[in-house]
């Protein structure tokens, strides 16, 4: 019998894991409660599919395992979800649109493989924008996700399933991808941790493709320990995968608590202009507490970054085309006209444009490099605007109109195009009662430092 308190918990990896370590829950105990949660939340479009007998398979498995005390680690037991873009062997990945409703995976994306060797119950799929592009987390064929906090606002995108399953307590963690700010954003705009790891850090074999030049996995969670656990597990090399580089594996856990008395931080100042003012006081608090945490912090300005940008929204359309050219070729009716609209932007740019903004990213990198002077962290807003209502396309920004898919974008793309990995760490509430994120963003493979700092922040603000 599960107890009250358990069905009532919001379960983090941490906290659970230490329930099934001392017998108070099982994992088919947990699982099942899940998936009574998750029937019970239809109103959110969180899932596309619900993994009920893996599932349960799974969580039995792992209850077996820890009867003879031999469980396999932190994720033993623990129920988890997945953005419907990763591959799961007998399972459709449909990418958020219904024409690959029939599209069955033959075999496990590797990093799928990784979560069941670590024996992590997948219980679901969640929803997301058509072929990962939006930020808000409406376009799907599957309807918008919406944000737990509100339902009738957005959950943010395109990993808005994933985020939204973690936030309303559907599951204890689960995977997006971020190709411009796709796991950062839907993570601010619901109170989560969400990390977009250093390109090439995670081997994205068998995920579904947006821009192979931009694309990654990460994960969303409650909490800074728990999203270091899982990058633990995610990390491990694919010699199959090109893009995945050869490193060693290390535990991003284990600098958590060192603190950032030495550290050097640097605020991107005109990135905290014209953000909405209704995030400016937590924006502000977070802030003054990093700087009196921080060893140094100094300030900087960025420049004038349009060209890269627009090098980035050309990468990131270039690839959505190609990937997509079947359907578009064969005017598919399944494509939402405002993703279709996107897509069909990539199709006049020639192999010269998409070189001259490859050309263009190795610029950037040094720009952004040099913008971090010799700082560790680089701190800016997330977004510069809260969950807006489902259906938006304009809102008022301090009294004047703006688009809401590009302001949403406005700060995120930069760590895709340099490839930096870069950290979502909620850091209070709104004005209006809503979750607002900071972005901080390290050098390349540096997640280690940057779970240090963002953790300091989490444990101050706490």
């Given amino acids: 019998m599960i107890k009250t308190e358990s069905l009532e918990s919001s379960w983090s990896i941490r906290g659970l894991g230490q329930a099934l370590e001392q017998k108070r829950i099982s994992s088919l105990e947990a699982t099942r409660c899940f998936l009574d949660r998750i029937a019970g939340s239809a109103h959110l479009n969180a899932f596309i599919t619900v ?21 396999i680690g932190p994720l033993d037991g623990i129920p988890l979800a997945v953005k419907d873009l990763f591959g799961i062997r007998g399972v459709p990945t449909t990418m ?81 991808t971020d190709t411009g700010g796709s796991i950062r954003l839907p993570a601010a705009l619901c109170g989560l941790v ?20 931009l694309d990654t996995v990460g994960p969303l969670t409650r ?32 600098r958590l608590e060192d603190g950032i008395a030495d550290g050097k931080i ?7 202009e014209d953000i909405d003012d209704t995030l400016s006081s937590a924006l502000d608090h977070a802030l003054a507490t990093l700087k009196k945490t921080a060893g ?37 009716p399944d494509i ?16 010269d444009v998409y070189i001259a903004c490859e050309r263009l990213k190795e610029q950037f990198i040094d720009l952004f490099d040099t913008a971090f002077g010799d700082a560790e962290v680089l701190i800016t807003p997330v977004s510069p605007l809260p969950p ?14 703006v688009p809401v898919t590009p302001t949403y974008l406005r700060l995120t793309w930069m760590a895709n195009l340099s490839g930096f990995p870069s950290l979502s760490l909620p850091v209070g509430i709104s004005r209006t009662g809503l979750p607002v994120g900071l972005m901080m963003t390290a050098k390349p493979y540096d997640e280690a430092n940057l779970y240090r700092y963002a953790r300091a922040l989490e444990r101050e603000l706490s």
């Fill in 336 to 351: 939402l006209p405002d993703v279709l609209a996107r897509l069909k932007t990539g199709a006049g740019l020639s192999s």
């Fill in 388 to 401: 807006v209502p489902v259906g938006t396309k304009d809102i008022l920004l301090n009294g004047r109109s």
């Fill in 266 to 272: 640097t605020l991107a100042v005109n990135a905290f």
């Fill in 223 to 254: 909490n800074i320990w728990d999203n270091a656990v899982l990058l633990n597990h995610l990390t491990v090399y694919d010699a199959l995968d090109w893009r995945n580089a050869p490193l060693q594996a290390q535990d991003y856990t284990a």
């Fill in 51 to 71: 993994l009920e007998e893996q599932a349960l398979e799974s969580a039995g498995a792992s209850d077996a395992r820890r009867a003879k005390n031999e469980s």
């Fill in 96 to 176: 958020g649109c219904t024409y690959y409703e029939s599209d069955i995976a033959e075999r496990d994306a590797f990093v799928i493989s990784l979560l069941r060797r670590a024996g992590a119950v997948i219980i679901g799929k969640t929803n997301t924008s058509q072929f990962a592009m939006g930020p808000t987390g409406e376009l799907s064929s599957y309807g918008p996700c919406r944000n737990p906090q509100n339902t009738a606002l957005v959950a943010g995108g395109s990993s808005s399933g994933s985020a939204a399953a973690v936030a309303a307590d559907l599951c204890c963690a689960a995977l997006g």
């Fill in 296 to 332: 140094l912090c100094r300030e900087a300005v960025l420049p004038d970054l349009g060209e890269f940008q627009a090098a980035h929204r050309k990468l990131l359309v270039m690839g959505g085309h190609q990937a997509q050219l079947r359907l578009i070729q064969a005017d598919a």
């Fill in 194 to 213: 969400g990390l977009k790891p250093t390109m090439s850090l995670i081997s994205t074999r068998g995920v579904a493709p947006l821009s192979v030049s």
